[in-house]
């Protein structure tokens, strides 16, 4: 009597039901999720899922949502988990009664918020001497602050980390720009910057809010004069020079921003999650008693870091 055993073929990763690679795939990354999505026509049914998508957005997101406007809660909740967290990833969405911005960090998936001018203290905010309140098409907020003239320039902002990512590092930047009348009072004059916890840490850093001055150091040329061949006659050529500054210095002034705004970094604080603290950022120039103007104030924008390699 002769047994044929028949080998089993082995069994692939993509042939796996499709609700077992759904929860795989929710243990990953949106960036792993979208190349997984290749991998086989199961794979992509599977990285469109809701319960995939689901795990990474933030556990409160429906009551985040519910504080913007109707037509956009309406408009955000008829999509799929991914098209909504793509959606946030890509556009901020205006909550709180248009006083603050939420979004998701493109990378990760980490809660992003930017406190409007009119939500920040902002000292002499209301007297139109020192303060104006306008509007500018490339704000996402309605109104912004444009600084005339103080000598006391000091402006503070608070959020509470429970309304943060939990084991996160977040750093908290200033977003502004230069009036159509140019600054003035900052060009020498450094700011102090300050990140306070309650209860906890307390940091505080010197910057410089002189773009204009950021960006000659950034992109010095010192006039070093030279032909282009032993016997050419062309013109003499400017050859550029690195920046003397140190990458440490370099950080104490404004960068600008891909939506056409600048930004200067206020510092950083770890969010550990548990308990609930306030955070307040301030930053704010008091003590060289000069008059200083000529910036237009967006908000404070707190967003996660990216991840030193």
Not at 22 to 40: C, G, I, K, M, Y
Not at 201 to 230: C, K, M, S, W
Not at 267 to 285: P, R, S, T
Request: aromatic share 12%.
């Amino acid at each position: 009597m002769v047994v044929v055993i028949e080998e089993e073929e082995p069994l692939e990763f993509h042939d796996l039901p499709e609700g077992c690679i759904e929860n795989v795939l929710s243990f990953t990354t949106p960036q792993d999720v979208a190349r997984l999505s290749l991998v086989s026509s199961t794979f992509k049914s599977a990285a469109e899922s809701d319960s995939v998508w689901d795990k990474f957005l933030p556990a409160d997101y429906r009551s985040i949502i519910a504080q913007s406007e109707t037509d956009v809660d309406d408009c955000l909740s008829s999509l799929s988990k991914k098209d909504l967290y793509v959606n946030l990833t890509q556009k901020p969405i205006l909550i709180d009664g248009g006083k603050k911005s939420f979004q998701l960090d493109k990378v990760d998936g980490k809660k992003c918020y930017m406190l409007s001018a009119r939500s920040l203290f902002i000292v002499w905010g209301d007297t139109p001497r020192y303060w104006t309140w306008i509007s500018l098409p490339d704000s996402r907020f309605s109104e912004v602050a444009e600084l005339v003239s103080v000598c006391w320039f000091e402006i503070r902002g608070w959020i509470n980390t429970n309304m943060l990512s939990p084991q996160t590092l977040y750093g908290a930047y200033l977003v502004f720009k230069t009036s159509g009348s140019g600054t003035y009072g900052f060009e020498y004059q450094p700011v102090e910057a300050s990140i306070v916890i309650a209860g906890g840490d307390h940091v505080e850093r010197n910057v410089f809010l002189d773009a204009e001055r950021g960006r000659r150091l950034r992109y010095q040329i010192v006039p070093r004069r030279f032909r282009t061949g032993i016997f050419s006659r062309a013109p003499f050529v400017e050859a550029p020079v690195a920046p003397t500054e140190s990458v440490e210095d370099m950080q104490k002034y404004p960068k600008d921003r891909a939506d056409g705004w600048l930004e200067m970094e206020l510092g950083e604080f770890f969010n550990e999650g548990g308990d609930d603290k306030e955070v307040e950022i301030g930053v704010y120039e008091v003590k060289g008693g000069g008059w200083k103007g000529g910036l237009v104030v967006q908000g404070i924008e707190i967003r996660p870091k990216p991840k030193s390699c």
